[in-house]
């Protein structure tokens, strides 16, 4: 969708709601009987990615203004680089025309979240995944049970994608990713890490070129440029899961590499 209008911040959210509205609208044959609606939005559908059929998301999590757009940037970062804001949730994509895509995240809870600029030096698809030694020694209830960490593919935490965020030539271990985790996209909820629906994060990962330039946002920052969404959704708890569900034997058994020679274009 190609905007020609300078869109305020309102505007972006009331374009989402009509083209919701109008894309979930049913269809109605030459019979006169109209078919169901997808319980998805177009940009959401199903996707064969790696050999995996990943699923669609439900349109109860992209509701309002929690899914992807386009439109005119209106924020301070500069062009080709991406711009984070973890108070409104919500990652931008800023192209060289003066437009961005907008995209939902998930931020980490109060306190957890990496500020100021970086650089994204390196992306893999359907990457593996190891907690940090902060991550083991803060919670370890919660990672205690990985440290050995999980290979590529559906059991990951990384989901799909992932791009690496780095920071004076040093890897900060934060990574913008993807998730199967839907609940946490518009709200804050992980270890710092910038989660993406899985479907977006393909999007993000195939229209970047590195290096490319992060900025994410400070309160102050968020509040100058996007006050109409500060502090937008909720703080979730951390999300415990038994090292059996995705190490145990059945689960290992149920999975399989993913063939990166059949990545989605999106």
């Known amino acids: 969708m190609t905007l020609t209008l300078n869109l305020s911040r309102r505007s972006f959210g009331a374009m989402m709601i009509a083209s919701t509205a109008a894309a979930c609208a049913p269809r109605v044959p030459d019979s006169g009987v109209a078919d169901a609606a997808p319980n998805y939005l177009p940009e959401y559908a199903p996707l064969l990615d790696a050999g995996y ?13 929690n899914r992807r757009m386009e439109g005119l940037y209106t924020g301070e970062a500069p062009a080709g680089s991406i711009d984070v804001d973890p108070y409104a949730k919500f990652l931008y ?15 980490g809870r109060q306190g957890r979240t990496l500020s100021g600029l970086a650089t994204i030096q390196d992306k893999k698809a359907w990457p593996g995944w190891t907690p940090t030694a902060n991550m083991l020694r803060t919670e370890p209830e919660v990672y205690g049970g990985f440290r050995n960490g999980i290979p590529g593919g559906l059991r990951s935490p990384l989901g799909a994608r992932a791009l690496y965020i780095y920071r004076n030539g040093k890897d900060t271990y934060y ?22 629906f899985n479907q977006d994060i393909i999007h993000l990962y195939n229209n970047v070129s590195l290096p490319m330039t992060i900025n994410i946002r400070s309160a102050e920052e968020s509040l100058r440029v996007d006050p109409e969404y500060y502090n937008r959704g909720r703080e979730l708890p951390p999300t415990i899961i038994s090292p059996d569900e995705l190490l145990g034997q059945e689960a290992v058994s149920n999975d399989r590499a993913p063939d ?7």
């Open 53 to 65: 059929d990943l699923p669609a998301i439900p349109l109860e999590y992209t509701s309002g203004v």
């Open 93 to 107: 994509h800023v192209r060289y025309d003066g437009t961005a895509t907008r995209y939902p995240v998930g931020v």
């Open 175 to 196: 990574r913008v990713h993807g998730t199967n985790d839907l609940e946490s996209i518009g709200n804050s909820g992980s270890a710092g890490c910038i989660r993406m």
């Open 260 to 266: 990166l020679s059949q990545l989605a274009s999106n």
